[in-house]
């Protein structure tokens, strides 16, 4: 098929790969303006736009899709279908009825749950033992088409939102290209979504990032992969910002002790509202990242300490 492929992070890339290994012609992308990174704020390509510039497929970064000069393109290339992948734009009606078929969207969620900007993040926020990914024929609203494809799969313990994000990623790059052979032999049957069964996946800010300690060790542990490797789960240690980078629910459980204790430094354990989480990966203010062994070794932390 002939495809214009909409997408921006690293989440997206691996389907063009996919897309082209598998017989499809991209004739565009369009991805989000370069935007400044690094303590140099030098000019930086989405990962998408690398990807398609890897494979000679000309690029677009629209700042508006609305103002006719991306229907143009559309007109213009007259593609088959748009594949839409964390993009990050809302599509007006005349882009998402352009091509032949219409546009075609990868979600990291199980629709009807988790509709919104962070579905990865916030299925191990909210401690769900599945995910997966949905390919659905994109319509006016947000997250709200017709579900076409599913691939599910289990959300480990200790699993991080970074390490699911991988996962999936290449789950959708596999579920587009079984969607695009299923449409190219009249095989899909489009399914509504029940709005009754939703839940909104809204975007993470460092709002979310502090531990309250008085919360059981399931629900902290949660917190800490969810939000791992970014915007990062934070504690305060004598005055100065930790960062919580992984973490374990531990068999520890010191009932006498207060929320935010630590109760044990071989491994470093903090006391929660119920039960104890072990931190494994943190991270002290303008320091890196290191395992809780590394830092306690450099860092003289006294049993009883409370964590804020």
């Known amino acids: 098929m002939r495809i214009i492929f ?22 565009a992308v369009f991805s989000q303006p370069d935007k400044p990174k690094g303590r140099g704020y030098a000019m930086t390509p989405p990962p998408v736009k690398v990807r398609a510039m890897e494979h000679g497929i000309p690029v677009y970064q629209p700042k508006s899709m609305r103002d006719g000069e991306a229907l143009a393109v559309f007109q213009e290339l007259q593609p088959d279908v748009g594949v839409v992948i964390a993009y990050g734009k809302i599509l007006p009606q005349e882009i998402l009825d352009a091509p032949k078929f219409g546009c075609i969207n990868v979600h990291a969620s199980l629709l009807p749950k988790y509709r919104g900007a962070a579905p990865i993040q916030w299925s191990v926020i909210d401690g769900e033992p599945k995910t997966g990914v949905t390919t659905m024929q994109m319509d006016a609203g947000l997250d709200t088409g017709d579900m076409l494809m599913k691939s599910e799969t289990a959300i480990a313990p200790d699993e991080t939102a970074g390490e699911l994000h991988d996962r999936l990623s290449a789950m959708g790059a596999a579920l587009i290209v079984q969607t695009l052979d299923a449409l190219a032999k009249g095989e899909l049957r489009p399914e509504k979504q029940d709005d009754s069964q939703t839940c909104y996946a809204k975007m993470l800010t460092k709002e979310l990032c502090a531990v309250d300690w008085s919360r059981s060790a399931l629900e902290i542990h949660n917190q800490i992969r969810g939000l791992s490797p970014w915007p990062v789960a934070t504690a305060v240690l004598e005055g100065k910002k930790l960062k919580l980078h ?36 943190i991270q002290a203010e303008g320091k890196k990242r290191m395992t809780s062994e590394e830092y306690l070794r450099g860092h003289r932390i006294e049993k009883g300490t409370i964590l804020g």
């Open 6 to 27: 909409m997408g921006t992070p690293e989440f997206a890339a691996p389907a063009i790969d996919s897309l082209l290994a598998a017989g499809h012609e991209i004739a």
């Open 246 to 281: 992984r973490s374990a629910v531990s068999l520890l459980d010191a009932d006498e002790a207060k929320c935010g204790e630590i109760i044990c430094l071989e491994p470093f354990t903090v006391q929660c509202g119920s039960g104890a989480v072990e931190l494994l990966e």
